[in-house]
């Protein structure tokens, strides 16, 4: 009987990261914790033990996009990543990395592209768009910059501003914060980043 409830559990598991991939996608959640939750609501699952992991929702929406977008998500990918390096040529003076969904291939209507970018002060970051003639919006967002228990959020600075018919959200770090990157909220490691020549190599590998 153990092996049976494993494996009822494993598929309830299943199931409830594919029902927390279609509120992603449909609804346009970025939090993962509130997917899960609403998924749960929904299909009726109680308890912790059946809770997927970010790492597992993250799968599955990635098969959600491919199953049910397919060619039109392979080409809105594309789109991102190509404005992503436009954003990041305009942006070199502050050796800029793409992270997050248009990195990693999850990106849908809904997804912003994530920069993060290296300087002295985030206002020169400011002036620089404005420079360029881009309106931008101050934020606020709070990363872990270090694993363990007694590690806490540190908050940094960004700007938002649109770039095409995308939203960039460019996050600013210190100088050296280029040697580590923030913990994701995905898999507890150190964040995933691409340079112009990586990004340039994703869309070329795409033709």
């Known amino acids: 009987m153990p092996g049976r409830r494993n494996g009822n559990g494993e598929r309830a598991r299943q199931t409830l990261a594919q029902e927390a991939a279609r509120i992603i996608v449909e609804q346009g959640i970025r939090d993962y914790r509130v997917a899960k939750q609403k998924a749960a609501e929904r299909l009726g699952i109680n308890g912790r033990g059946a809770l997927p992991g970010n790492a597992e929702i993250e799968r599955a929406v990635s098969e959600h996009l491919s199953l049910f977008r397919g060619d039109s998500h392979a080409n809105h990918l594309r789109l991102m990543r190509e404005t992503a390096l436009e954003a990041m040529r305009m942006l070199s003076a502050f050796r800029p990395r793409l992270v997050g969904p248009v990195l990693q291939g999850t990106a849908d209507e809904n ?34 910059t270090s694993r363990g228990r007694g590690a806490r959020p540190q908050t940094f600075s960004g700007y938002q501003f649109k770039l095409e018919d995308a939203v960039v959200e460019a996050t600013v770090f210190p100088i050296d914060g280029i040697r580590q990157a923030p913990i994701s909220p995905i898999d507890g490691r150190p964040m995933k980043r691409a340079d112009c020549k990586a990004v340039e190599s994703l869309l070329s590998a795409s033709l």
């Open 111 to 144: 997804s912003a592209v994530n920069l993060h970018v290296f300087a002295d002060s985030p206002e020169s970051v400011a002036v620089e768009l404005d420079s360029l003639g881009y309106a931008c919006r101050h934020y606020e967002r709070r990363l872990r």
